[in-house]
């Protein structure tokens, strides 16, 4: 079996390496691109480096033989699911499509997940479709498809959470009482040590992450919150919330023990965090604004807690 070798065009540069795989070898899930580029079995330029590294015009990636070898069967996908997700498309153009994504689905497949929306997506979609953000697997709402390169490309080099012309609001039921309006910066800091994302709020580790968290609502031992974020860090707001003691209700993760189980009286096990609305402007000056309803599972806690 012999080494192939991929060379980075154009199109491709500055995308990041697990993710132009990732849009190559589609039935393979992110878990097994991430084993592969930590092994060395993918090198870039004959070297070892990281899965978030952005990849160059000219980079040469080497593939390692049993991949180009291998023959996956595709995933079986049914067409009740493929009409559940067509009725979650809440925009669509000639470049992006915009998913109201159900809570409790991945975005990619792989680490106990069979089948992740960007699979759902590509078996009805012509086009080539990749992930333009992400959104955890317990938060629905807004998320955000690429139908072709140049839109990906735009969409990921100049779109910046920091800029006027891209914004994303979020709404959450927090625990608590939630006062007053509050931003929140913040460093966000993983690492092997720790078994979580902690924030350090006073350090220079990690990374920058920034919220304003802004009440909407008293409820019963709980608040109905929405946030801006102005970051786009791992599990930011859940952190975030988690610090303030005001932790997002349902949230196994960072979560307070006795608050979700106050919440679990509702019989609702779906976590209260939602991608509300996103904002952008387009790579033809046309302004994108759409706003995702809120699952049932939400309006229903929100009825509960009233």
Do not use: W
């Not at 007053?180 to 350090?200: C, G, R, Y």
């Not at 919440?263 to 046309?286: C, P, Q, R």
Request: glycine content about 4%; aromatic content about 8%; proline content about 3%.
């Amino acid at each position: 079996m012999s080494v192939k070798n991929l060379t980075v065009d154009k199109d491709n540069a500055k995308r990041r390496l697990d993710n132009l795989l990732m849009s190559i070898y589609k039935e393979l899930p992110r878990s097994k691109i991430y084993s592969m580029i930590r092994k060395g079995e993918v090198r870039v330029n004959s070297g070892r480096t990281k899965p978030l590294y952005k990849v160059k015009e000219g980079d040469i990636i080497r593939i390692p033989p049993y991949l180009n070898n291998e023959s996956k069967p595709k995933k079986s996908i049914s067409n009740k699911l493929q009409d559940r997700f067509k009725k979650r498309v809440i925009y669509e153009d000639l470049n992006y499509i915009i998913l109201n994504k159900p809570s409790g689905t991945a975005v990619h497949s792989g680490s106990g997940n069979n089948i992740g929306v960007i699979d759902v997506l590509r078996s009805f979609y012509t086009e080539t479709i990749d992930l333009c953000h992400r959104l955890d697997k317990e938060t629905s709402g807004c998320l955000v498809f690429a139908k072709n390169k140049i839109a990906l490309r735009f969409f990921n080099k100049n779109l910046a959470l920091r800029d006027k012309d891209l914004k994303k609001t979020y709404i959450a039921i927090l625990k608590g009482n939630f006062k007053k309006e509050l931003l929140i910066d913040s460093n966000i800091n993983t690492t092997k040590s720790s078994i979580d994302h902690k924030v350090n709020l006073n350090s220079q580790e990690g990374k920058y992450a920034s919220s304003l968290f802004r009440p909407i609502k008293k409820l019963n031992k709980s608040s109905l919150v929405e946030i801006d974020i102005f970051s786009g860090r791992t599990h930011q707001i859940r952190v975030q919330a988690e610090s303030l003691k005001h932790n997002v209700a349902n949230d196994i993760k960072y979560g307070d023990v006795e608050f979700n189980k106050f919440i679990s009286k509702s019989g609702i096990k779906s976590m209260a965090l939602h991608a509300k609305s996103i904002k952008f402007i387009d790579e033809d000056s046309n302004l994108i604004q759409v706003e995702a309803p809120l699952e049932d599972s939400f309006t229903d806690l929100i009825d509960y807690l009233n």
